[in-house]
């Protein structure tokens, strides 16, 4: 058998994907959509070959009855080039849909290679479920994509500079340009990234006039527009977070990007200058000692006190999955199924420890009988405990199919069957598992997939595919009910307690600061998909992204507020305004609801359906007298709703053309811009309209007194007519 080809074609995503595994262990993923393909190349680990192997010759293929795919499911095409072997070729092709009778037998087969899809890009194609540990490494993307919207974006936003009336423009080459009004002098420039901006926002906070842009790099920056100085940079991995530790208040959190960042509750605090070749896989503090496991191989030794880099220690020719570090030793393994051992102060390699028929993948120093010893657990689903010191291996035995993760519980005590007392062990894989030293299973907390395991001693933490942790008192077993549920993240990567909080990573780049009873806390990380929306209110700072989520900052200092959630797609405008006394943030996109959030405390207040196209324009005003929203659509409708209650006020019509942007000229009054370089001005409650004005261009934003942005500058409406 040479290769597996898996190729998928739906409704639900765009384009069609097709991955393809050889046996020699290189894998090709490829996403073809409008206006181009990307492509990407990656490493597999030793164990995805005989688990495809296997899992296709126990299910028959490719004699397994395939019913006819139900309109408009995704189709699934698995095809094998097969070759003789002692138990017959495996070649063929099979059409199905997702989970439709005689499929149920290829599950495992599925599983696997879903799991790819989603490994080989990065996260970057995300129309499959990622349910095993990583088993594709140094993935390097081959064609690069043409941006979304080809049409040159750019973005506009009203607002004053030093004092007088001012418009921001965002276009092509040049991240934000300032212009007065009504003349449109040059008030200032800035070019800082040749990603797109697709946001900006221009308003007042903390006594400074400020400018904030977001785009295609989900990087966003805040301006003093007075001295032009860049108070924040609010940006993340650029990828999944695959490893992080914990200590003294900060996070350390490592990426498919090759960097370490360091993070507090309140943000990023920067990256260490020292960057790996490779993927960050693994990463753990110990006092000072900050030690790093990457895709090249390399085990990094870096010193927390001044950031120097204290050794590189080059000895494992595959890539490294785990790292621990304890009492001036660090140990590391990967996929050599080696565990290595070395002196922390000098680098000096001080043995090698076997055991293993497949990667490692976790790591653990522990305490048996009142001495040191090293736990290790792999893609073989074997534990090991090892002496460290002399390379004795103390005890082994299976876990499961496979294990990702081990770690132990400090102040748990359990009595072996030799009657001597030892920590615990706690492995996450095909389950969650306590174990003796010795091998014997104390109790097994849940048999669903786990990617994660972390434990402060009091309780026990793991991460699923999901993206929801789970917590259990690891004295006896006890299920935390007061669980938090998963929050649109992506798969958990990695978990590491830090002062009775839970820190956790996932595959979406996101990191998140839990409380065991209470829930998330903090989100430190920035949006994991394109900037679309921004909009200041003071000094709160609003932004909506690709990823789905409206994420509230303080605008001076750059510090995460809130994260709301409940959009289950993108998020392609914003707009703020007073209720009842009350900030309010209006969002919508991409799934077509219109929600509004109270800005004090993120609490969602209403949620309206029922527009049949995505939502790019909303804005809030009045009309006969009552607070109301209005939102512009893809197919020109423009409904205005009571801002409370959700009810419809009117829904003006007649605009042709996608609605880009919406203004409350006064009272009653409301701009509308469309695409098609008209802004028309409605007559509210009544929806009588009261003026038209043609740009020859799209309009970008617009003023309260009537002024329009394009991609070529300021222009004059024209005023309501008399009535």
Same mark, same amino acid.
């Given at each position: 058998?040479?290769?597996?080809r898996?190729?998928?074609?739906?409704?639900s995503?765009?384009?069609?994907?097709?991955?393809?595994?050889?046996?020699?262990g290189?894998?090709?993923?490829?996403?073809?959509r409008a206006?181009?393909?990307?492509?990407?190349?990656?490493?597999l680990?030793q164990?995805?070959?005989?688990w495809l192997?296997d899992?296709?010759?126990?299910?028959?293929?490719?004699h397994?009855?395939?019913p006819?795919p139900?309109?408009?499911?995704?189709?699934?095409?698995?095809?094998?080039d097969?070759e003789d072997g002692?138990?017959?070729?495996?070649g063929g $092709?099979?059409?199905?849909?997702?989970?439709?009778?005689?499929?149920?037998?290829l599950?495992?087969?599925?599983?696997?290679l879903?799991?790819?899809? =989603?490994?080989v890009?990065?996260?970057?194609?995300?129309?499959?479920?990622n349910?095993?540990?990583?088993?594709?490494?140094r993935?390097?993307?081959?064609?690069?994509?043409?941006p979304?919207?080809?049409?040159a974006?750019?973005a506009?936003?009203?607002?004053?500079?030093?004092?007088?009336?001012?418009?921001?423009?965002?276009? /092509?080459?040049r991240?934000f340009?300032l212009?007065?009004?009504? =003349?449109?002098?040059?008030?200032?420039?800035a070019? %800082?990234t040749?990603a797109?901006?697709?946001?900006v926002?221009?308003?007042t906070?903390?006594?400074?006039?400020?400018?904030?842009?977001?785009?295609?790099? &989900?990087v966003i920056? !805040?301006?003093?527009t007075?001295?032009g100085?860049?108070?924040?940079?609010t940006?993340?991995?650029?990828?999944?977070?695959?490893?992080?530790?914990?200590?003294?208040?900060?996070?350390?959190?490592?990426?498919?990007?090759?960097?370490l960042?360091?993070w507090?509750?309140?943000? $990023?605090?920067?990256?260490?200058?020292?960057?790996?070749?490779?993927?960050?896989?693994? %990463?753990c503090?110990?006092?000072t000692?900050?030690?790093t496991?990457?895709?090249?191989?390399?085990?990094?030794?870096?010193?927390?006190?001044?950031?120097?880099?204290?050794?590189?220690?080059?000895?494992?020719?595959?890539?490294?999955?785990?790292?621990?570090?304890a009492d001036g030793l660090?140990a590391?393994a990967?996929s050599?199924?080696?565990?290595?051992?070395?002196?922390?102060?000098?680098?000096?390699?001080?043995?090698?420890?076997?055991?293993?028929?497949a990667?490692?993948?976790g790591?653990?120093?522990?305490?048996?009988?009142?001495?040191?010893a090293?736990?290790?657990?792999a893609?073989d689903?074997?534990?090991t405990?090892h002496?460290?010191?002399?390379?004795?291996?103390?005890?082994?035995?299976? $876990?499961?199919q496979?294990?990702?993760?081990?770690?132990t519980?400090?102040?748990?005590r359990?009595?072996?069957?030799?009657?001597?007392?030892?920590?615990?062990?706690?492995?996450a894989?095909?389950g969650?598992?306590?174990?003796a030293?010795?091998?014997?299973l104390?109790?097994?907390?849940?048999?669903? !997939?786990a990617?994660a395991?972390?434990?402060?001693?009091?309780l !026990?933490?793991?991460?699923?595919?999901g993206?929801?942790?789970?917590?259990?008192r690891?004295?006896?077993?006890?299920?935390?009910p007061?669980?938090?549920?998963?929050?649109?993240?992506?798969?958990?990567?990695?978990?590491?307690?830090?002062?009775?909080?839970?820190v956790?990573?996932?595959?979406?780049g996101?990191v998140r600061?839990h409380h065991?009873?209470?829930?998330?806390?903090?989100?430190p990380?920035?949006?994991?998909?394109?900037? &679309?929306?921004?909009?200041l209110?003071g000094?709160l &700072?609003?932004s909506?992204?690709m990823?789905?989520?409206?994420?509230?900052?303080d605008? %001076?200092?750059?510090?995460?507020?809130r994260?709301?959630?409940?959009?289950?797609?993108?998020?392609?405008?914003?707009?703020?305004?007073?209720?009842?006394?009350?900030?309010?943030?209006?969002?919508?996109g991409?799934?077509?609801a219109?929600?509004?959030?109270?800005?004090?405390?993120?609490? /969602?207040l209403?949620?309206?359906?029922?527009?049949?196209?995505?939502?790019y324009a909303?804005?809030?005003?009045t009309?006969?007298?009552?607070?109301?929203?209005?939102?512009?659509?893809?197919?020109?409708?423009?409904?205005?709703?009571?801002a409370e209650?959700?009810e419809?006020?009117?829904?003006?019509g007649?605009?042709?053309?996608t609605?880009?942007?919406?203004?409350?000229?006064?009272?009653d009054?409301?701009?509308?811009?469309?695409?098609?370089?008209?802004?028309?001005?409605w007559? &509210?409650?009544d929806?009588?309209?009261?003026?038209?004005?043609r740009?020859?261009?799209?309009p970008?934003?617009?003023s309260?007194?009537l002024?329009?942005?394009?991609?070529?500058?300021l222009?004059?409406?024209? /005023?309501p007519e008399?009535?």
């Amino acid at each position: 058998m040479s290769h597996v080809r898996y190729r998928l074609t739906g409704t639900s995503f765009p384009g069609t994907v097709e991955l393809t595994v050889w046996a020699d262990g290189r894998a090709r993923l490829e996403h073809a959509r409008a206006g181009g393909v990307r492509a990407w190349t990656a490493e597999l680990d030793q164990a995805v070959w005989p688990w495809l192997v296997d899992g296709l010759r126990s299910a028959g293929f490719p004699h397994v009855a395939a019913p006819t795919p139900l309109p408009g499911s995704t189709l699934r095409e698995l095809t094998v080039d097969g070759e003789d072997g002692p138990d017959g070729a495996l070649g063929g $092709s099979l059409l199905f849909g997702w989970r439709d009778g005689g499929e149920v037998r290829l599950e495992p087969v599925l599983r696997i290679l879903d799991a790819l899809v =989603y490994q080989v890009g990065d996260g970057a194609v995300r129309e499959t479920a990622n349910e095993l540990p990583r088993l594709a490494h140094r993935s390097t993307p081959d064609r690069a994509l043409p941006p979304p919207d080809p049409g040159a974006p750019a973005a506009a936003a009203f607002g004053t500079v030093g004092g007088r009336p001012a418009y921001a423009l965002s276009r /092509p080459g040049r991240t934000f340009s300032l212009y007065g009004l009504p =003349y449109g002098e040059d008030l200032g420039s800035a070019t %800082v990234t040749d990603a797109p901006t697709r946001a900006v926002a221009l308003g007042t906070a903390g006594g400074r006039e400020i400018v904030a842009t977001g785009g295609d790099d &989900l990087v966003i920056r !805040v301006w003093d527009t007075g001295t032009g100085q860049q108070l924040h940079a609010t940006t993340g991995h650029d990828g999944p977070v695959l490893a992080l530790a914990a200590s003294g208040g900060l996070i350390y959190t490592g990426g498919a990007d090759g960097v370490l960042r360091v993070w507090d509750a309140a943000g $990023s605090l920067g990256a260490l200058a020292d960057r790996h070749e490779g993927s960050i896989n693994a %990463v753990c503090v110990d006092g000072t000692l900050l030690v790093t496991g990457s895709d090249d191989g390399a085990v990094r030794l870096t010193d927390l006190s001044d950031g120097r880099t204290l050794h590189s220690l080059p000895g494992h020719p595959g890539w490294v999955n785990a790292v621990a570090a304890a009492d001036g030793l660090v140990a590391s393994a990967g996929s050599d199924r080696l565990i290595r051992l070395w002196d922390a102060s000098t680098g000096q390699e001080l043995r090698v420890l076997e055991g293993h028929e497949a990667s490692v993948t976790g790591l653990a120093f522990l305490s048996v009988a009142a001495r040191p010893a090293l736990a290790s657990c792999a893609l073989d689903g074997r534990v090991t405990v090892h002496d460290p010191h002399t390379g004795t291996l103390l005890a082994t035995w299976h $876990s499961g199919q496979w294990a990702t993760a081990i770690t132990t519980t400090p102040e748990g005590r359990a009595t072996t069957a030799t009657g001597a007392v030892s920590e615990w062990l706690v492995t996450a894989g095909d389950g969650v598992r306590v174990w003796a030293v010795d091998g014997t299973l104390s109790r097994e907390l849940t048999g669903a !997939v786990a990617t994660a395991v972390a434990s402060d001693g009091a309780l !026990v933490a793991a991460g699923s595919p999901g993206g929801t942790p789970w917590f259990w008192r690891p004295a006896d077993g006890s299920f935390l009910p007061e669980t938090p549920t998963a929050s649109g993240d992506g798969g958990v990567t990695s978990l590491a307690f830090d002062g009775g909080n839970l820190v956790c990573g996932t595959d979406s780049g996101t990191v998140r600061v839990h409380h065991p009873v209470d829930g998330v806390v903090a989100v430190p990380t920035p949006h994991t998909g394109q900037v &679309l929306a921004l909009a200041l209110d003071g000094d709160l &700072l609003v932004s909506g992204g690709m990823d789905g989520t409206v994420r509230t900052w303080d605008a %001076v200092s750059g510090r995460p507020l809130r994260r709301l959630t409940g959009h289950t797609a993108g998020v392609t405008c914003l707009a703020t305004g007073r209720i009842g006394g009350r900030v309010v943030i209006a969002s919508s996109g991409y799934d077509r609801a219109v929600r509004t959030w109270d800005a004090a405390t993120g609490r /969602p207040l209403s949620v309206v359906h029922g527009h049949p196209l995505p939502v790019y324009a909303l804005a809030f005003g009045t009309a006969g007298g009552r607070a109301v929203l209005a939102a512009g659509s893809y197919d020109g409708l423009v409904p205005v709703r009571d801002a409370e209650t959700g009810e419809d006020v009117v829904v003006l019509g007649g605009n042709p053309g996608t609605v880009r942007c919406l203004r409350f000229h006064e009272p009653d009054v409301l701009a509308v811009g469309c695409d098609d370089g008209t802004v028309r001005l409605w007559r &509210l409650p009544d929806g009588e309209r009261v003026g038209e004005t043609r740009l020859g261009d799209v309009p970008l934003a617009l003023s309260s007194d009537l002024y329009a942005v394009t991609h070529n500058g300021l222009s004059r409406l024209m /005023p309501p007519e008399s009535q």
